[in-house]
């Protein structure tokens, strides 16, 4: 009866943790163009430290929780489909600690990388979203 509830919260961190991951590194594409000092990159610098605290690291934290426990719940962990979906969750996650280093960088107004380098980074999320998602979908192994 609990498995369906810890799907559905385990959906609504997904989301979540995704809608963050997606709008961050627009965020920086914008940042760069900012001056530094200047009120439009303050305003950033709220923006990507909220945006980061608020919704990225909790939806992450819900995600990882409800994950594991949907995975031992349903005895999963000997599929390999699993195996391979937490192994990109875990890029992921690695990619979500390289956002948390950025906005650091930015609020200390250090960043080095251009608009180009955070226009393609923001599309490494979508990427590991669709092989995670077809992995949950197909489970081909």
């Keep these: 009866m609990i498995y369906p509830w810890l799907k559905a919260f385990h959906i609504i961190a997904?989301?979540?943790?995704?809608?963050?991951?997606?709008y961050l590194p627009r965020l920086f594409v914008y940042h760069?163009?900012?001056e530094r000092g200047s009120?439009?990159?303050?305003?950033f610098k709220v923006m990507e430290r909220r945006l980061l605290r608020a919704i990225i690291n909790p939806a992450m934290i819900a995600t990882w929780v409800l994950g594991l426990w949907l995975a031992w719940s349903g005895h999963w962990f000997d599929s390999g489909w699993l195996q391979?979906?937490?192994g990109l969750v875990l890029?992921?996650?690695a990619l979500h600690g390289f956002f948390a280093r950025w906005v650091k960088a930015f609020a200390a107004d250090t960043n080095t990388h251009?608009?180009?380098?955070y226009r393609i980074i923001n599309e490494i999320p979508t990427i590991l979203l669709i092989a995670?998602?077809?992995?949950?979908?197909v489970k081909p192994f």
């Design 14 to 22: 997904v989301i979540a943790w995704m809608a963050g991951m997606l």
């Design 32 to 34: 760069c163009a900012a």
């Design 39 to 43: 009120v439009q990159s303050e305003t």
């Design 84 to 86: 391979a979906k937490l």
């Design 91 to 93: 890029a992921m996650s």
């Design 114 to 117: 251009s608009q180009k380098f």
């Design 132 to 137: 995670i998602v077809i992995l949950v979908v």
